[in-house]
């Protein structure tokens, strides 16, 4: 109905999940809502009680001890109501508190019997024998590649490439050597080509540099 009244008009569906009431809901409300009828009539006994009491007295004030009786013996029989009414509010309050216990117990193994279902499907799914596999085959594929670097390192330190290196190594330095001795020659040579005069004319000009430039400070 609500549908066909929203397809006309433009409205929004109503989306709300209907909830289920089971039998169990409906007993529990039975329950409930007895309790409440037990509560408001308890709570009517202890007003007529009251006034039965107020009447009593007055009516003993009044010296009309007959009216005072009567009183007296209804409020009696309203005391007997009522705790007949306690009574069966006690019963029916423990009755909810248990049946509301037992519900949730009841909730509590349904689902503990799912995750239960659960687990012993993921279980089956990865068992032990497999995990053990994985963890095996990972070693196997950690001790293959270190087999692979280790045989990579053999292949290229054996004794020729060792005596090859020492080779590269030697010669490199004799390299060296030979270039050092070259520049020290070199040097050598243009200090001894240099004259004598040229060496005594570049310390007479470095000697009167700093004599200008102890007078320039004195002056």
Not at 53 to 64: H, P, Q, T, V, Y
Not at 150 to 176: G, K, P, Q, R, Y
Not at 189 to 206: K, R
Request: hydrophobic fraction near 40%.
């Amino acid at each position: 109905m609500g549908t066909w009244i929203s397809s006309i008009f433009g409205g929004e569906e109503d989306t709300t999940p209907v909830v289920e009431v089971t039998d169990k809901d409906k007993a529990m409300l039975d329950l409930k809502r007895q309790r409440d009828r037990l509560k408001r009539y308890s709570r009517k006994l202890e007003k007529v009680l009251d006034t039965e009491m107020d009447l009593a007295r007055e009516a003993l004030k009044a010296n009309d001890r007959r009216k005072a009786t009567m009183c007296l013996k209804r409020k009696k029989m309203q005391e007997r109501a009522l705790s007949e009414a306690e009574n069966h509010l006690m019963n029916v309050e423990t009755l909810i508190t248990n049946t509301e216990s037992a519900i949730m117990t009841q909730e509590v193994a349904v689902a503990m019997e799912s995750g239960t279902t659960l687990l012993n499907m993921l279980n089956e799914e990865i068992s032990i024998e497999r995990i053990e596999d994985i963890f095996d085959a990972a070693q196997d594929a950690v001790d293959e590649q270190r087999d692979i670097q280790e045989a990579f390192a053999a292949l290229s330190l054996t004794d020729d490439a060792l005596v090859d290196m020492d080779e590269e190594i030697e010669n490199e330095m004799n390299a060296w050597e030979l270039e050092f001795a070259e520049e020290e020659a070199l040097q050598n040579q243009t200090l001894n080509n240099t004259p004598s005069d040229v060496v005594v004319e570049e310390v007479d000009a470095v000697e009167e540099v700093e004599k200008e430039t102890r007078n320039a400070v004195a002056a």
